[in-house]
């Protein structure tokens, strides 16, 4: 049973950086889709950005240009750097394999203006 962890959150100033860090308990180069989404207090869980197998990664419009989804299959990791940080960012981070339905902890991200 592959577990996944998250890391790398914390609190931050607007403008500034975080890279969050997803690893898995077993090998990942089997799964073709992964993802991170994330969830603020009161609202749905949104798809923030994914990575196929194949190198092909999407976006939400919101984060379009300041986020990178990478995933190291060598090193069973998936990354999400988030770059030029607002606010409005601010949610739990979880990390998700659209194969088998497989979920993440979550990390916490605090944007501060």
């Known amino acids: 049973q592959v577990q996944l962890v998250e890391s790398g959150g914390g609190l931050v100033q607007a403008g500034g950086s975080l890279r969050l860090s997803c690893v898995a308990s077993?090998?990942?180069?089997?799964?073709?889709?992964m993802a991170w989404y994330r969830q603020a207090p009161g609202k749905q869980r949104e798809l923030v950005a994914t990575?196929?197998?194949?190198?092909?990664?999407n976006y939400a419009n919101s984060v379009k240009g300041r986020f990178t989804i990478s995933r190291d299959n060598a090193k069973n990791t998936v990354y999400l750097q988030m770059n030029s940080l607002k606010p409005e960012d601010t949610a739990g981070y979880y990390c998700?394999?659209?194969?088998?339905?497989?979920w993440g902890q979550g990390t916490q991200v605090t944007v501060s203006s």
């Open positions: 998700h394999v659209h194969d088998i339905n497989l």
């Open positions: 077993g090998s990942i180069f089997r799964f073709n889709v």
């Open positions: 990575a196929t197998s194949g190198g092909s990664t």
